[in-house]
């Protein structure tokens, strides 16, 4: 695993590092999504809808009942 900083120029454009490039498969380019989480941005290889069935399919039937509830709090259920 790699960690660092990148920088984003004016365009919008970063780079990656060739270490994480290599790991994800992306050294002649390909699709990176990102999901924006309020107070950080997370970057994931392949395209946004592959990784959106991934996470719905990662989590349990118990947990999306929990979610659904409010894990408990009936405010956070109705919002």
Same mark, same amino acid.
């Given at each position: 695993m790699s960690n660092g900083d990148l920088k984003v120029s004016r365009r919008g454009q970063m780079s990656l590092p060739a270490t994480a490039r290599h790991r994800w498969g992306l050294d002649e380019g390909g699709e990176v999504c990102f999901l924006d989480l309020g107070d950080a941005i997370l970057l994931l290889p392949g395209a946004f809808e592959?990784?959106?069935?991934?996470?719905? +399919?990662?989590?349990? @039937? +118990?947990?999306?009942? @929990?979610?659904?509830t409010g894990f408990g709090d009936e405010d956070l259920a109705t919002q």
């Amino acid at each position: 695993m790699s960690n660092g900083d990148l920088k984003v120029s004016r365009r919008g454009q970063m780079s990656l590092p060739a270490t994480a490039r290599h790991r994800w498969g992306l050294d002649e380019g390909g699709e990176v999504c990102f999901l924006d989480l309020g107070d950080a941005i997370l970057l994931l290889p392949g395209a946004f809808e592959r990784t959106r069935r991934a996470l719905i +399919e990662a989590v349990s @039937d +118990e947990t999306w009942a @929990d979610a659904r509830t409010g894990f408990g709090d009936e405010d956070l259920a109705t919002q």
